[in-house]
């Protein structure tokens, strides 16, 4: 028996030599006319990206399209020179301010070369398996064990639908990534080719609280009890929250992403995940922000658990957490409770990621709440964030599932209100110099 499985892990070693290249020689896998898919931040790999920006500049690919969720240094550095455009053409499905810019810059050529893709983000792997055709799908991964697996670190997303989708796998190992436990393998078997480095993963640093992220998360916080699952973003106000969580007990993490503030409740023992009622004693998650620190907790402790978005994500799966409570932010809200988290005048701003999934799979929790949690004004209190209706914005979240509102001048909960009750609650989270504004377009719109 011994050796029988000598001789499959000596396959696997023997395997694993045989598909090892340099990025250079793995990058000849992508030619004119294909489909790339990039893997969610982190997992993006940097020695190959840098090779594939010199064999773009060699000249032999004059048109490739490029799929992926957003965009950490590397990738800035690399397929977002200018020298590749208009033969880049890219499918984001997440903005941030580099593709921001990268489409202004492509207003400025008068040719696109940057769209958004809409999708909730349970629901990605499952546009990536059933309605794109992915000729190659390049990621970073933990070095390969025993059984003959790589670890896909602090992201699970979308790579394992990606990687069993995709024509050519090619993997870019690196000593540095963490092993995450849970769903979060692939097989040397599935990967074409292979290249190694050691670059630190990207760190993501804390943004800073203002006064009103405090007023914010104070009105939250008055709703987290003991054994509360948490569902959390990133950003100043949910670094407050984190804070005055500290004397709470038992809470639990069932959530989009895995970030700073809880990695040090979890330390603290604040959260334990004792008393849920989905994967007791686990931390579930599906992305990562944070530090190299962050990322050596993590590594191969058994009590963090990295999922795919299709389960995380799914608003079923949320469900089956009692008291579960999800904190997201959003551009605007109209009268209605129409909720704008992805464009400012028309135009794509941000994605909806898994909002919607967390909004239902919260409200469907016994004893489960969602908050929307944003500043009543932006540009320094000149633009109201609560209007009278979105106009020519999208409306990421339907009225029907919007819960809590929270702003520094209050906290509204739209379940079960009139249309006209709604109006007059979300009026009154205004900050005082639009409410009378607010009112008489209200009573314009038949609303009260």
Known sequence: ???????????????????????????????????????????????????????????????????????????????????????????????TAFDRALREYSDELGTKVIDYVPSHFSELERLITEHFDIDIFMLQVAPMDAEGRFNLGPCGTYNKAAAAKAKVVIAEVNHHMPIVMGDNFIHVNDVHCLVEQNTLLTNYPSRPATPVDYAIAEQIHEHVHDGTTLQLGVGGMVDVLTDLLDHHNDLGVHSELMTPGFIRLIKSGVINGSQKTLHRNKHVFTACFGTEEMYRFMHKNPDFMACPASYVNDPRVIAQNKHMISVNSIIEVDLLGQINCETIAGRQYNNVGGQNDFIRGSYWSPGGKAFLAFHSTARNGKISRIVPHLGSNVASNSRNDTHYLVTEYGMVNLKGLSTSERARAIIKLAAPAFRDSLEEAAKREHLI
């Not at 499959?8 to 023997?14: A, D, E, H, L, S």
């Not at 090892?20 to 294909?34: D, F, H, L």
């Open 1 to 95: 028996m011994c050796f029988e499985i000598n001789n499959i892990v000596n396959t696997y070693q023997q395997a694993y030599i045989n598909k090892r290249v340099t990025p250079t020689e793995a990058v000849k896998w992508v030619r004119n006319g294909q489909r790339l898919l990039l893997p969610y931040s982190i997992s993006q790999p940097p020695a190959l990206l840098h090779a594939l920006n010199e064999h773009l500049l060699n000249g032999s690919i004059h048109q490739l399209e490029v799929y992926y969720m957003r965009s950490p240094e590397a990738m800035q550095e690399t397929l977002f020179s200018r020298k590749h455009y208009p033969k880049i053409h890219f499918k984001a499905f997440g903005l």
